[in-house]
């Protein structure tokens, strides 16, 4: 590995506190992915990925900042990557999984907040994520109480935008659903100095939906009996799509899946013959959180799909790419984004068909809801949708937890028990 | 008092379990409010109103369903009086402040959410609430995500109609808002079978500013050093105005604010010389919830104002009476509305400035910031507010805490330092 010490130093980071995080990620991923059997080749480009998360790609963003470029952090799936592509910046997901960065989130944060919340503005806070340091503005939006506060504090570190997602899916909601991005373009241009053209946006629409196409494919995969890729490789692999070179990635991930297709045609398969199979659904994992697919896959059951924001609700409906002008493009993004179900929208019933179509999709013999600790929406969401699972004769169990390891034996007791009532 | 159980009974109430409601409410309040020395002869008036609380003011509500009349039910200060009673139905504002509900609202919420909305939520699953009983219809809004997703629970028990509120305060939001205005309007218009003419509804707003004068009145009498009332006995009136008929309540309190100059004027006073002032600010303390004031008030001082739902947020600012067609009166309600300074919006600066010129005409020595457990956006806009109060030269004191007593001693322990480190 490459010594990229003197880049992190220049995006002013804590060199010492972020040498402890280096040395915490290569054990955790060691134990959780490497120790897996049968792992397909192409998984060798994510292991790279990985092993280089703070460091080619950090030189990559450094690189294009070099050439007068900008970089833009992002926290949700509702905020559109086409428009910072079209403005030729990079986009980054910031959303944070780890354990590491809650103490210095909970200086300026309260305790029983989402532990997302509090990594991400700790991961600022702490100047230990490059990708945080690299950015040049971070778009938040209105999607939860904790996010919407959130903004307010980190904005006195880093530029912050924010857009105001609507709570609703009304006509009259999708029209200013499309007026926050006409905003967000405005904003986009100012920052870098770049005009957003139709023709620029258009191709930024193509890109992304063939970034959502070879996901696609990737989960099309995970609907065979016989598994060709673990539930913890297909959700490393989503969280690395947030980061990545769209291109790179596009390309990798669609020569990974012809090696799924192939394994799938001979029969090669990770899992064990009758292992159970789970669809996961509540609120986003973001890397290095693998914790729940970790407890499920080392208790014999396979994680099939994922119904959060690192999973389908991430590339599921592509832009429309009839058309051409910025209004019918603008209009085109604010219908596919919007679609996505959310449980910030009231109400919210199409989640619930989402996660019953997904149940049968998969061929799922159970959910497992998982929610981050002190989410309320995700949390409070639940109650309807264990009505609809149990009326649609779907087994289900919720977990709400944190980043800690505290409930790790607690949590892998009810999956375990959960398991075998689904046998 | 009178025997209400038939109409109880008639309201689908769970009589037994309302008994044994009807018996904590009367030692709560006696032991908070009846032991006060020197209170204002117009206090009778609330004791009273407290007296019959399930009884009385139900009779009424009952007497106008009758007579075909609508009762609407409202959780926030957001939602507009005006269309309500221009509509010819009495609105009522549910909030609930009584550990009594706690254990019903957790059958169907997450224990980890806000004690107000788990209340107010098992007063209708319990059925022991007369004021939630009597609603044909309940008015949520999109103000935080714990009610957000309550109301989608709540739809299940009674018909939930839910304004999206916007999370910012740009001129579009101001236009956004009163079109939720007016699809209120026509809601109600349906509900109630009544045409919101443009006289009834300007009627209406100069029956909500003479409310909000009234309380403005009140408010004004505890700037004086002479504190003729306690923050106890001002507390209860402004809990009080949220379902007391407008015209008596304002009769009332206009009455009582006849007593309580002549007192100021005479130097009749009810707290001790040299008593510290306290400024309360946070979220709402829906009746029975005295909790916090009776902790200052019995640690030797006095709450002179609350910068809450409950408090100056309910009526500061009055509504424009100048427009008088609908379009103009509905924009001069949107105006008011949105100009409430509540922590779910993004940014909330003006809320500081509120905080601190608050504290500044209240003469108060110090801010006690009170935020209900796990609301996150009181919770986190703290770190912001202490940051201004701070450079303002203000003492400030977090407090978060639910309905429950256990953390009664804790919470006296530390307002009683608080108090000496002002002194």
């Known amino acids: 590995m490459a010594d990229y010490r003197e880049l992190w130093q220049k995006l002013g980071m804590d060199l010492e506190k972020h040498d402890v995080l280096c040395e915490v990620l290569p054990q955790l991923y060691g134990g959780i992915y490497l120790n897996q059997e049968n792992r397909p080749e192409g998984m060798n480009y994510y292991n790279f990925v990985v092993a280089e998360v703070h460091g080619l790609r950090?030189?990559?963003?450094?690189?294009?900042?070099?050439?007068?470029?900008?970089?833009?952090?992002?926290?949700?799936?509702?905020?559109?990557?086409?428009?910072?592509?079209?403005?030729?910046?990079?986009?980054?997901?910031?959303?944070?999984?780890?354990?590491?960065?809650?103490?210095?989130?909970?200086?300026?944060?309260?305790?029983?907040?989402?532990?997302?919340?509090?990594?991400?503005?700790?991961?600022?806070?702490?100047?230990?994520?490059?990708?945080?340091?690299?950015?040049?503005?971070?778009?938040?939006?209105?999607?939860?109480?904790?996010?919407?506060?959130?903004?307010?504090?980190?904005?006195?570190?880093?530029?912050?935008?924010?857009?105001?997602?609507?709570?609703?899916?009304?006509?009259?909601?999708?029209?200013?659903?499309?007026?926050?991005?006409?905003?967000?373009?405005?904003?986009?241009?100012?920052?870098?100095?770049?005009?957003?053209?139709?023709?620029?946006?258009?191709?930024a629409i193509k890109l992304c939906n063939r970034k959502r196409m070879a996901l696609q494919r990737l989960y099309n995969a995970r609907k065979a009996l016989d598994l060709p890729i673990s539930g913890k490789d297909a959700l490393l692999i989503s969280q690395i799509a947030f980061y990545d070179n769209p291109e790179r990635f596009i390309e990798m991930t669609n020569a990974l899946c012809d090696e799924l297709e192939d394994r799938i045609k001979k029969g090669i398969a990770v899992n064990k013959k009758g292992s159970k199979r789970i669809l996961i659904s509540g609120t986003p994992m973001a890397v290095p959180n693998w914790k729940i697919h970790h407890i499920i896959e080392t208790s014999g059951a396979m994680v099939v799909a994922e119904e959060t924001c690192t999973g389908t609700r991430y590339f599921e409906n592509l832009v429309d790419e009839t058309p051409t002008t910025m209004d019918g493009m603008v209009k085109a993004l604010a219908d596919r984004y919007l679609k996505i179900n959310c449980a910030c929208f009231t109400p919210n019933k199409g989640r619930e068909e989402d996660i019953i179509r997904l149940a049968k999709e998969y061929k799922a013999d159970g959910v497992i809801y998982n929610s981050l600790q002190f989410c309320h929406t995700y949390n409070i969401e639940y109650a309807n949708v264990e009505k609809a699972l149990k009326e649609a004769g779907i087994p289900v169990l919720f977990i709400e937890s944190d980043y800690s390891n505290d409930d790790v034996g607690q949590i892998q007791t009810r999956v375990e028990a959960f398991l075998e009532m689904i046998g």
Chains 1, 2 share one sequence.
């Open 58 to 203: 950090i030189k990559e963003l450094d690189d294009h900042k070099q050439q007068g470029g900008k970089v833009v952090g992002t926290f949700c799936v509702f905020v559109p990557d086409e428009l910072i592509l079209a403005a030729g910046a990079i986009g980054v997901g910031l959303c944070a999984g780890s354990q590491f960065w809650i103490e210095d989130g909970e200086k300026v944060l309260p305790r029983n907040i989402c532990p997302l919340v509090k990594a991400f503005t700790g991961a600022k806070l702490s100047g230990t994520c490059p990708y945080f340091q690299s950015c040049d503005m971070i778009i938040g939006e209105t999607t939860c109480d904790a996010k919407k506060k959130a903004w307010e504090i980190l904005d006195d570190y880093v530029d912050t935008y924010v857009m105001d997602l609507p709570q609703m899916k009304r006509e009259k909601d999708y029209k200013k659903w499309a007026e926050e991005i006409y905003d967000l373009k405005d904003k986009l241009e100012k920052l870098t100095g770049n005009v957003i053209t139709e023709e620029k946006l258009h191709d």
